[in-house]
């Protein structure tokens, strides 16, 4: 017997044929048709990703009878609603391999030390789409599109994000797929995903959820980032040629966004630095686009309100010919580790080596795409000028080679004066108490180039022993205990050798480091400068 | 104007009107409707795969005027016929970015030389495909596929391998998408590519052309082979319990391939090892799969003569509900990444750090996979026997973290006497003679883990120091100069502590290495074995 993935899928489709009419399933028979093609022990993907959520169908698989439908194996990007925890209260599901679970890892936590589930691992995406064609291929998955049609064609509209892999690895192993869509149409504005690739289609009773996670009110950033994003252009954009990047979350590098227009301009950099960018569509980056900074953005997935603004701007957005966004989280992330010279992104805590994590006691959140854009490529072979460059200061052996640009960029301390330089991460105690292979380290001490703090940079690539290296991370720790605990006299000798830059060696004059900088200081100022075409959700018109 | 790609790309599709019935283009209007549509200075990416290739399309870009088309910035996997080199010639195109041009690698060189042409950068795939979304996005592609329906829908069949990058890349950033397809038909077996990405479809006067690249008669394989690839099987994939992996192309891996059922399995190791596989359907795993040591096998492209065996067998490989493969090289080279535990490989040359390329003198043949799929992939976070064990033996900072095995495996001298182990890679002398940014190294000595030769197996894991590391390669590099420049009791000294370990060692019994090992010792065999379902492409056909 070589074909019993296909004589299986076979007897599946046959038992819930009498719940649908051709590929299409009526919102009020989606438990029964749940219930009728899965099979206890499965290993079922759920379309939860950074920002769509296949919540629908979430919600119906943890309304399922548990004596049905017991023991799956759940494989998911984000864990983001309840419904993606309860089914292991319930019984339903028994073990877990994810990316990231932000808003559930306190209870994910709670939920381990409880026994009530088992997790095989914790991924950055990309790696964990690379099992899905491994050892983690879906028998079933759940995922979520804009609309179909009568056919069971999919149009997965701007907000593409992990559907096409999801899909692919389902149905090319005899595998189930189900879509939840928020309406079935006569004719797509384009097909995203072939009914050939798809078994089954629900109109779910109201649209898919969605966050906008990569949106930043420009209101909140302080004249502390905005300093060290004049460092971060000055310091390290400009001095190596960064063009070809990413951006992690958070307000840091919005600052960034935000005073390239003005600062990176004022110092003649438009067309030198930030051209082509593997990026979420982030309002943050719409003055930039407008003062013709950008050539390209390739995106993981959309961003709320940002739909009108990318279909007018085209020449900078992927867009099908219907004019709407084309995103792909893996192709993104492809483009983020292999052609990206830089990843410039915030974390929680950083230890002596430059190892850095947003695990903290009591969250197991996961750390998304970080680990894999903020890792030194090995296979990469082509040159550029930042990655040489950083190449070279990094050599140590006989044979050269590139290198990229990995840059952690934190205040000393965080809100409720926690420190972000730490002598041992939270992550060994998190490792030992749930029970994992290795402490959930984001990114390697040896993967980061460069440390960047209210106080300066230091760059890691040109310190010669371990000590350097500490005292480096020590010598722009401000005041933490880590960075009290400096040795002044070699981190002076390390500012001597350009290894350590305060403001001042940079050449960049504090006194500019005020909001007046932002080319956008609100969100309003934002939906201006984008002609009225960026149209933030509700949460954030706050004018 | 922020939509100046999309009224381009309209202009460009009103020249071409007249020549096209819709979608449909008649194959004597092709180089007519490429000087249509192609613009003075274009990227554009021809489908040139490491097995299909774009034939008719390559041969009519190679037929327009040079006065109406030139300047052309090419972007391709694989440079294979002589017409990708001839658009050069002609002053059509001037520029190049690729990943492998194995039997055009002479002529590129001279070509070259003789400032012909420019390259851009050698690539491994992974990475090139990432640039078709950053900074090297095609503006016209011209692909290849099996069928396509009236509409312009595709079928690409088994032989998916790059289509879905390229057409995703292009049509979805305003570009235009050409495709070869051998026949335009009413239903297509299964839509791979929708037509709302593809612009016109030609049928082209024959089949597209396609190589055979992964099949290797056993009946080429040496007693030496046999010897290496027991101490693989004994000293590597048991050592570290291998059950995810990726092999090489050549005769050393297929002949692990081929003794899974013999020797393997009477180590009792089935189950155990080698079970999951990012790999082309070899031919010589056939033995392997029919006796039940493969669970799975995700491919890039597929194998010619294979197609039959691959529907019989779709427990075993990923295919679609037609019944045929579905390939995916993206796909396959991030699972290769990131969800194996192992790279094993041959190469040309060694040097005395561990460095290897594939790069001689005269030649730029680039290193397709290789580079990706050899690299320690440093953003992943899950853990597997195999790579925590590897990790710990790598260990010598405070961070514990797993490592990806990458197994070169060589005899010490190839053919005509010329060693594979050298002082200094000829990728010095090329980059030199090239001009390129660093020497086209193919693995870097710091991402390989272990070298297999007919002497022994080296882990240099487990050196500490690069004299320790110069030792362990030297004592495996057998009568080669390398090899005989050992400092004999530092590699006695290495051997005692198990960083060297020679057959003996390893409790191989070297008189069991013949070829009646082999679990199929010709082609024929390999038929016999698949139940007559492979049919080899007539050139292997030899009894």
Not at 59 to 74: E, F, G, R, S
Not at 150 to 163: M, P, V, W
Not at 347 to 368: E, K
Not at 447 to 470: K, S
Request: glycine share 8%; aromatic share 6%; with cysteine.
């Amino acid at each position: 017997m070589w074909n019993k993935l296909a004589t299986n899928r076979a007897s599946r489709l046959e038992r819930a044929s009498p719940l649908a009419d051709g590929k299409v399933v009526k919102a009020d028979a989606i438990t029964a048709l749940l219930e009728a093609v899965i099979e206890p022990g499965d290993r079922l993907c759920i379309e939860g990703n950074n920002q769509k959520q296949a919540d629908f169908l979430a919600k119906a698989l943890a309304n399922v009878n548990p004596q049905v439908v017991h023991d799956l194996h759940i494989v998911q990007s984000v864990l983001a609603l309840p419904q993606h925890l309860d089914v292991f209260e319930k019984g339903i599901a028994s073990k877990l391999d994810f990316s990231f679970s932000g808003p559930q890892a306190a209870r994910l936590a709670r939920m381990l030390s409880a026994g009530q589930l088992k997790i095989g691992a914790i991924h950055t995406y990309l790696e964990l789409f690379g099992r899905y064609f491994t050892d983690l291929t879906p028998r079933i998955s759940l995922v979520c599109a804009q609309a179909a049609d009568r056919a069971g064609n999919l149009y997965t509209g701007g907000n593409t994000e992990d559907t096409p892999v999801i899909v692919e690895s389902t149905a090319f192993r005899q595998g189930i797929v189900i879509a939840q869509v928020n309406e079935i149409v006569d004719v797509l504005p384009r097909v995203d995903i072939p009914t050939d690739w798809v078994d089954f289609v629900v109109q779910s009773p109201k649209p898919h959820y969605i966050e906008p996670l990569f949106t930043r009110d420009p209101a909140q950033i302080s004249e502390i980032q905005v300093l060290m994003a004049m460092m971060a252009i000055k310091g390290i954009y400009a001095e190596y040629g960064v063009k070809r990047l990413n951006h992690g979350i958070g307000f840091d590098t919005a600052a960034i966004e935000l005073i390239l227009p003005t600062y990176a301009e004022s110092l003649g950099l438009k067309g030198k630095i930030a051209t082509h960018w593997a990026l979420n569509p982030h309002p943050a980056l719409i003055p930039a686009i407008e003062a013709g900074f950008v050539e390209s953005v390739h995106s993981f997935g959309s961003e709320l309100g940002m739909e009108d603004y990318i279909r007018a701007r085209s020449d900078v957005f992927f867009t099908g010919r219907d004019g709407s966004m084309r995103s792909n989280r893996a192709l993104s992330q492809t483009a983020g580790l292999y052609a990206c010279d830089m990843f410039i992104g915030s974390t929680l805590q950083i230890d002596l080596d430059g190892n850095s994590s947003t695990a903290t006691l009591g969250r197991i959140a996961g750390f998304g795409g970080a680990p894999n854009m903020g890792s030194d490529a090995r296979g990469r072979r082509h040159g550029s000028d930042a990655w040489l460059k950083a190449g070279q200061e990094a050599s140590t052996g006989s044979m050269p080679r590139g290198r990229k640009l990995v840059v952690q960029m934190v205040e000393t301390f965080r809100e409720h004066m926690a420190p972000a330089f730490v002598e041992k991460l939270d992550a060994w105690q998190l490792a030992e108490s749930a029970g994992l292979d290795l402490p959930p380290v984001m990114i390697y001490g040896d993967d980061v180039t460069h440390v960047l703090t209210e106080e300066g940079i230091a760059n890691l690539l040109l310190c010669r022993t371990p000590e350097e290296r500490e005292q480096a991370i020590r010598g722009v720790a401000g005041y933490t205990a880590v960075g009290l605990g400096r040795d002044k006299r070699m981190v002076e000798n390390l500012r001597d050798r350009g290894i350590i830059k305060r403001p001042a060696d940079l050449g960049v004059d504090v006194s500019l480091a005020t909001r007046d900088l932002l080319a956008a200081k609100s969100m309003k100022d934002l939906v201006r400068t984008s002609g009225g075409l960026y149209r933030p959700p509700a949460r954030f018109r706050n004018w």
